[in-house]
Nanobody
């Protein structure tokens, strides 16, 4: 079973940058599609970025393309979300998630396609 640990969140001012990590405690990390799901207050979770098991293919929502970058280090079993040019509307709880195989690695993949979840990390951006 995959366990995902998110060491911490981030806080800062608009225009700043931050990087969120997500560490997988499982040797088969490389077999899983990974994604980031932010959830703002009163909002549902929506995948903002996904990355294939190999790391070769990734997708980001149009709203964050050019600002957010998803990446992974399969040797270190760690997923990252680099967030640049932060905006107050980026504030929320950010969850990493894993789905076995590559079928979930597509734009609009729903949360139900992901079997394992991190505990969440709070991101706060002030104006």
């Amino acid at each position: 079973q995959v366990q995902l640990v998110q060491p911490g969140g981030a806080s800062g001012q608009a225009g700043g940058l931050s990087r969120l990590p997500c560490v997988a405690l499982d040797y088969t990390f490389r077999d899983y599609c990974m994604a980031w799901f932010p959830q703002g207050p009163g909002q549902e979770r929506e995948a903002v970025a996904t990355i294939s098991p190999s790391g070769i293919t990734s997708y980001t929502l149009d709203s964050v393309t050019g600002r957010f970058t998803i990446s992974r280090d399969n040797a270190e079993k760690t997923l990252y979300l680099q967030m640049n040019s932060l905006k107050p509307e980026d504030t929320g709880e950010y969850y990493c998630a894993a789905s076995f195989g590559a079928s979930a690695c597509r734009p609009g993949a729903p949360p139900a396609m992901f079997q394992y979840w991190g505990q969440g990390a709070e991101v706060t951006v002030s104006s």
